[in-house]
């Protein structure tokens, strides 16, 4: 965090800016996280601010908001990590909040996504005698912040993310069923508190029965600010008869659950009063539980196994992204997370096009995208 | 590389030291790599020094002979990765030879392990009017560079490494088998070149057979200049008579051949010319068959694999270390490297104590230490 006149470059401007975006995190969606940072005339920082609930003020106008003297604003810069809206929605247009000051310049990382808006809120600064400009450096860091928005526009269904905590060797349990712990307090921990950055939570029905979890928050700062939808795939209808006394029906509710099954399971799970989806394992069926799942406002899935669920998304190339927490073991023979997936030849394997990695006390994690 | 004359810090002199130290690589066994510095009084740098082959001169030695000006050495500095030796053995004392200047201080990385020995070299720098500093820092860095060495003094046994090219699910080969390439070429070259800093070359006899590697040093700057000694572990005698057109025998020729095996196939392989050595798979056999090994000259191991190659060494916890180049791929059912070792428990797992990671190309080479 910045003080209240102190200098700052450009480049820290637009860092900072991404980093307010991440404020938002779990609360916003399906909106973008969005971050803005302003500076005076003289580079001197006056305030930020980011989208940090949905329905509630986007960035520009919570950045001005921190902002109490306004005529600093003579000659300012402002940056932002996605550029500003035009249109009036729940909130008013960011582009005409900003025209009222006498701003100079607007630096953007991206453009509006949606091609039919794309540039109109730049327009609205332009005319209004702001220079716009694309910030050029930190795209990515941009697009990574708001991944999830610019996947669901795109392409109308939620964007996915898969968890795995694993030995290195790959193993997520062994022969015998033993899972837990493979990784460390500290990346569990980690894990639950990016599932708080998700709409919902996608689980098998095996994982269900087997370890009945309560998929929620403890420990992080979210614990009591949000719950999230849970979603169980099950192909068998095995667990609806377990559901009832379930942790996860009397944590969250049979309305924020949904459950993907064959048709001939839906009547039994329909009796636990959650959401049935009819899906068959087709990757038709899949899309059209996405979308359905989409249209029931979940932009983005947080997945956790089993390995079932995990060769499904994979086989179907239905994943975006892979959080794998790795600890420094061997676990030898034992169940892969990956044993779902068949392939017929090297070819086909699924390559990865960005790898991160973060340590986490003993464990890593790194971070992949296909 | 340090111009003569330029001034450097203690820390880059022992960093130096030990980068010194590697130019020995694959070519002092069963020797220690030692990297030896010197500055003058006023800390310019005067020259450094190797011990480049087994046989030849020791890093102290080759240090001082390439500075021309002795004279330069009124008062000077040196920095050693390892306690200067204080016997005569192939080569002079190199704590005696240090003694012939009037050099003021020694720094040292670590002192001699042997602890019959250890100190009796800074003992005589000591009467000779030099004196003698541990370094303090950089430690682990020394211990790394004359790892091989460390072990194998300490246990009388070779040191082995493990190198496994795997996907980032923990396989090394698909179901079908097909198993050409899952990391890229710039990781199959590094660890050919890895290849050479050992003894000796470790397959099982299935890998043998499938594969009929060259187990040779292509592409690297070993090629012409080093050959391996093979060990081939054999549990069945299938191997036998596949030995005479095998690419191994026609490259290494027989005399540079170890089989372990169990004692019904020895003679069936005694026809091969190679050496044959009595194995059951139990870890006293393994233990007997390894100083069997170590007696022949053989220090240092590199295991190439396959899994129950791996597996046996694991469950023995024969293994110091594992060179692990994982492809950013997931490859999903299929063979696991470590498919061989069976863990009752997850308390059982076999843990890494140290984990580094250097980026090749588009895979990682992790360095795991148990």
Redesign the interface.
Known sequence: MFKLGQEITSDQAMRFSIETAKLGRGFVSPNPLVGCVIVDSQHKFLASGAHLRFGGEHAEINALKNLKDKSKLNGARVYVTLEPCAHEGKTGSCAKALSKYPIKEVYYGLKDPNPLVAGQGLEILIKNGIDTYPFGKYEEECEEVCEQFLYHIAHQKPFISMKVG??????IA???G?????TGEEARKHSRNLRAHYDATLIGAGTFMFDDPLLDFRGTGYEHEKKNKVIILDPKGKAASSFKDSKINKKHGPKNVFVLTRSEFSEAWAQNLVHVINWDSSKDSWNQALKNLYNKGIASVFVEGGSYVF?QL?EHQLVQKIY?YQA???????K???????????SE????KK?K?IPLGED?L?I?YF
């Open positions: 694993t030995s290195l060797d790959g193993k062994l022969a015998s033993e899972s837990q712990w493979i060769g994979l794998m420094p073991k061997v676990l030898g023979a034992g892969s997370w990956s044993d779902f997936l068949k392939l017929e030849s090297l394997a699924k390559v990865f790898w990695t890593r790194n992949l």
